[in-house]
C-alpha cells in the first residue's frame, strides 16, 4: 500500500504563495493523483487531479491560482497556490487513485491557514 506524506503548510497572509509537497513511498506512475482539502463544517472536496498522462483538473474556484504538477522520478506531487484567500484556509490532503480493487490512498493532511 502507498504511503504519502504532506508538507509545506503553514500560516500565510492574504495574497500570498504556497507549494505544498506530497511525497509517496512507492512509484505514482500508475496513480491518479489529486490534492484535496476539508474546511471546518465542510465535506472533503477535490481541488486538482493529475493522471498519469499529465492531464490536469482543477476546482473553479481555484483555476488560475493554484497548478498541480508531479515529479516521477522523486515520487512526489506539489501543488502550487499562489493568490492565496481566506477561503482556501483548510486542512489540505494528497490522494493516491488506484489499484484493484480501485481505491484511493490519503495522507495525513496538512494545514493552511490564510489570513486576512
Known amino acids: 500500500q502507498v504511503q504519502l506524506v504532506e508538507s509545506g503548510g503553514g500560516l500565510v497572509q492574504s495574497g500570498e504563495s504556497l507549494t505544498l509537497s506530497c511525497a509517496a513511498s512507492?512509484?505514482?506512475?500508475?496513480?491518479?493523483m489529486g490534492w484535496y482539502r476539508q474546511a471546518p463544517g465542510n465535506e472533503r472536496d477535490v481541488v486538482a487531479t493529475?493522471?498519469?498522462?499529465?492531464?490536469?483538473t482543477y476546482k473553479e474556484s481555484v483555476k488560475g491560482r493554484f497548478a498541480i504538477s508531479r515529479d516521477t522520478a522523486k515520487n512526489t506531487v506539489y501543488l502550487q497556490m499562489n493568490s492565496l484567500k481566506p477561503e482556501d484556509t483548510a486542512v489540505y490532503y494528497c490522494?493516491?487513485?488506484?489499484?484493484?480493487?480501485?481505491?484511493?490512498?490519503w495522507g495525513q493532511g496538512t494545514q493552511v491557514t490564510v489570513s486576512s
Open positions: 493529475i493522471t498519469p498522462g499529465g492531464s490536469t
Open positions: 490522494g493516491a487513485m488506484g489499484g484493484l480493487p480501485p481505491r484511493i490512498y
Open positions: 512507492e512509484s505514482i506512475g500508475s496513480y491518479i
